[in-house]
């Protein structure tokens, strides 16, 4: 790299000013309070709001992160699907921790959730997947997830032998929902709120479970 880009790289920086956070604007559980900032992301249009990083334990000992969409939320936790036969189901088989970053630079925030991760129920699953579009729904037979595949003709090949195995009727079970692929819950052992603030004086707070409430401690930037 040469010493011009590095010197860049090294002057980039962004003083924060778009809110604040103060102990008083926080709910009582840190559902309700991502039930606000996630409204409140989706009423400023922010392009998936419903992004996060996902990161889990590799099977090696070193972490892998990755992009997912989240597609529900409550009390059990954040809920997500995919392939359980991909990398990140086997990470999750042999260590089922894991930790979610949102991050809305728009809005100069982010939530951090780390928990315990467990699989949704097959009724759970199949409600998703029914809903998904019948492109999405083929591509999860299709694609080998986390698996070395030889070139991209192989998966359009794949992709339509199962499109002649399943053609679409209209129907949202005429592609049936595989065994291998399905929901996580991860149900949160703590959650922190990051508001960004000028002179990097950010607002911090993390909400940590306690044996019958939630926590909350404000932290140093």
């Given at each position: 790299?040469?010493?011009?880009?590095?010197?860049?790289?090294?002057?980039?920086?962004?003083d924060?000013?778009?809110?604040?956070?103060r102990?008083?604007?926080?709910?009582?559980?840190?559902?309700?309070?991502?039930?606000?900032?996630?409204?409140?992301?989706?009423?400023?249009?922010?392009?998936?709001?419903?992004?996060?990083?996902?990161?889990?334990?590799?099977?090696?000992?070193?972490?892998?992160?990755?992009?997912?969409?989240?597609?529900?939320?409550?009390?059990?936790?954040?809920?997500?699907?995919?392939?359980?036969?991909?990398?990140?189901?086997?990470?999750?088989?042999?260590?089922?921790?894991?930790?979610?970053?949102f991050?809305?630079?728009?809005l100069?925030?982010q939530?951090?959730?780390?928990?315990?991760?467990?699989?949704?129920?097959?009724?759970?699953?199949?409600?998703?997947?029914?809903?998904?579009?019948?492109?999405?729904?083929?591509?999860?037979?299709?694609?080998?997830?986390?698996?070395?595949?030889?070139?991209?003709?192989?998966?359009?090949?794949?992709?339509?032998?199962?499109?002649?195995?399943?053609?679409?009727?209209?129907?949202?079970?005429?592609?049936?929902?595989?065994?291998?692929?399905?929901?996580?819950?991860?149900?949160?052992?703590?959650?922190?709120?990051?508001?960004?603030?000028?002179?990097?004086?950010?607002?911090?707070f993390?909400?940590?479970l306690?044996?019958?409430?939630?926590?909350?401690?404000?932290?140093?930037?």
């Open positions: 790299m040469s010493d011009s880009i590095q010197q860049t790289i090294a002057e980039m920086r962004q924060y000013r778009a809110g604040t956070l102990r008083r604007d926080l709910a009582a559980s840190p559902i309700e309070q991502f039930a606000i900032w996630f409204d409140q992301a989706v009423k400023s249009e922010i392009r998936e709001p419903n992004a996060m990083t996902l990161c889990t334990l590799g099977e090696d000992g070193i972490p892998n992160a990755r992009t997912v969409l989240m597609k529900d939320f409550g009390q059990e936790g954040v809920t997500f699907y995919t392939n359980y036969e991909s990398r990140k189901g086997r990470e999750i088989a042999h260590h089922p921790e894991a930790s979610v970053l991050f809305w630079k728009e100069e925030r939530v951090h959730v780390r928990g315990r991760v467990s699989k949704t129920s097959q009724a759970d699953s199949e409600a998703y997947y029914f809903s998904r579009p019948y492109d999405a729904r083929i591509g999860a037979w299709a694609s080998q997830q986390s698996q070395e595949i030889p070139d991209r003709d192989w998966l359009s090949n794949r992709a339509a032998d199962f499109e002649a195995k399943y053609p679409d009727d209209g129907s949202p079970n005429c592609v049936p929902l595989p065994e291998f692929w399905g929901g996580y819950h991860l149900e949160p052992v703590t959650v922190e709120f990051w508001q960004g603030q000028p002179g990097r004086k950010h607002d911090r993390v909400y940590s306690t044996s019958d409430d939630w926590n909350i401690s404000r932290l140093s930037p």
